[in-house]
């Protein structure tokens, strides 16, 4: 009963949600070099962008910024996609995520939510967890999770949106 009960609260985490009600959440974070920055400030030229949440401790996190890296420049060229990487690091492994990023070289935007208020009032769990928001900020989709495949789930979602608002 109890394995239902996960599975359950899994996939209702992975439905989209109602694009009517649903908004970015307001709430200041800092980006890579400590500026302070509010999440409604985040745009992307008049298109939807990307929201994902991670951690430098979470491997499928780590899995998913990293697989999309190797598509992000031909997705950018193609549609015009913007990701922004939310790092949920704390004050103890916050030390980690400058360098990983770097190493990386991933291309996207990076933001630190060291106190984890962004993910709170988006209602995030547990990383992984993407959102597409359009840009007056209403949440359009959102999954949660990794699996091999579900970047390109993304990228697919994506393309739908911007060619339905075309």
């Known amino acids: 009963m109890k394995k239902l009960g996960v599975l359950l609260a899994t996939i209702a985490m992975c439905l989209t949600v109602n694009a009517q ?3 970015i ?5 800092k980006d890579i ?6 999440t409604t400030s985040f745009s992307n030229d008049g298109k ?3 929201v994902c949440f991670w951690a430098t401790w979470c491997h499928p996190c780590l899995e998913e910024l990293n697989t999309m890296s190797e598509s992000y420049a031909d997705w950018q060229k193609e549609t015009g996609i913007k990701i922004y990487a939310v790092s949920i690091d704390d004050t103890r492994t916050k030390s980690k995520v400058k ?3 770097k190493s990386s070289e991933w ?3 990076v933001i630190l939510d060291e106190n984890s208020a962004f993910k709170r009032a988006m209602g ?7 959102f597409i928001i359009d840009a007056d900020g209403t949440i359009l989709w959102q999954h949660a999770g ?3 495949g579900d970047e390109e789930t993304m990228i697919a979602k994506y393309k739908e949106i911007i060619k339905n608002k075309k």
């Open 146 to 148: 990794y699996s091999q």
């Open 25 to 29: 959440a307001n709430v200041n974070v």
């Open 124 to 130: 995030v769990n547990n990383p992984p967890h993407t």
């Open 107 to 109: 291309g996207y935007e």
């Open 99 to 101: 360098p990983l990023v």
């Open 48 to 50: 939807p962008f990307v």
């Open 21 to 23: 009600n649903a908004k």
């Open 33 to 38: 070099n400590e500026k302070v920055v509010n």
